[in-house]
């Protein structure tokens, strides 16, 4: 017998247990995923069963994982007792305008950084970059003060202006447009194109799997939005959803079937915005990034 055939059947054992080895990690990989799945999903559908009991039965209930009778009277009461409507128009417009805004300027600011030359580039975009590190919460003081003086508190106007600037997407955007060729602005420029139509006809169009993102992403921030909101909405007439919900209670102290309602009636547009625009998000961001590399 010869040598290959004495080692050829150890070395298939060694590939096999190796091969088992692989398995066992991949579905230890996979019960622990699970596990933070099911710890991130809970929380949510708690509320949801929450929402659509009776508040006797949240109280007396304990941990009971299903509703006894479905229950909702504590949306029939968020939906006529509350200005809900209104709130939900608010965020729509205010948070529209938002991503419309952060998406232009952005996209301008980075153009400018990546594709110009002028004094002060590489200051400014260390700036910027500086201004990344700093959380909106040191600044609401200012934003406050600024809303104030210029009599904007209490608006649409208000709310928007303090979150048009986000740094963060000028760093993304400038990372993508410094892989544009310059020949393509050159080209451009060569037939008579200004900036702003090389930016609205090349550069975003070869760029429009990260501005898709972003752009969703942006929306899903604004919506979700509540400290600068809370702060600057200081009326019904102008509040937001998240701002909206904290003004749902009873006489008699905190009603938490009608909470939990208002809660998955303020999450559930951006959850559908997500769950319809998931798979475009994803493929954008790889597509991007296959693209970038």
């Not at 995923?33 to 109280?59: D, H, Q, R």
């Not at 475009?280 to 296959?290: E, F």
Request: charged share 10%; proline share 4%.
């Amino acid at each position: 017998m010869s040598s290959e055939a004495i080692t050829r059947p150890v070395e298939n054992a060694a590939r096999l247990k190796g091969d088992r080895l692989i398995d066992f990690g991949g579905l230890a990989l996979t019960v622990v995923t699970l596990g933070f799945a099911l710890m991130a999903i809970f929380p949510v559908y708690w509320a949801v069963v929450t929402s659509f009991k009776s508040e006797t039965e949240v109280i007396a209930s304990g941990i009971a994982l299903w509703p006894s009778r479905i229950n909702t009277e504590a949306y029939e009461h968020i939906w006529t007792n509350t200005n809900i409507g209104i709130w939900y128009i608010n965020s729509f417009v205010t948070s529209t305008l938002i991503t419309a805004g952060v998406i232009v300027s952005s996209a301008g600011c980075a153009y400018a950084l990546s594709q110009l030359d002028f004094p002060g580039r590489r200051l400014i975009y260390v700036l910027i970059l500086a201004c990344f590190m700093v959380p909106m919460q040191a600044l609401i003081i200012n934003h406050f003060v600024l809303m104030a003086q210029f009599k904007l508190l209490n608006s649409w106007a208000g709310i928007i202006l303090p979150q048009l600037i986000v740094p963060v997407t000028i760093i993304v955007y400038k990372q993508f447009f410094d892989n544009v060729p310059r020949e393509f602005r050159e080209a451009a420029q060569m037939d008579g194109a200004g900036h702003f139509k090389t930016l609205f006809r090349i550069y975003l169009p070869m760029n429009w799997g990260i501005t898709s993102a972003l752009a969703i992403i942006t929306f899903i921030g604004a919506w979700n939005s509540f400290l600068w909101p809370f702060l600057a909405a200081t009326g019904e007439a102008t509040m937001t959803v998240p701002v909206g919900i904290t003004q749902v209670k009873d006489a008699y102290g905190i009603v938490y079937a009608r909470q939990m309602a208002s809660a998955v009636m303020a999450g559930l547009p951006v959850a559908v915005l997500y769950l319809i625009f998931q798979r475009r998000v994803t493929q954008a961001i790889m597509l991007s990034a296959g693209v970038k590399g």
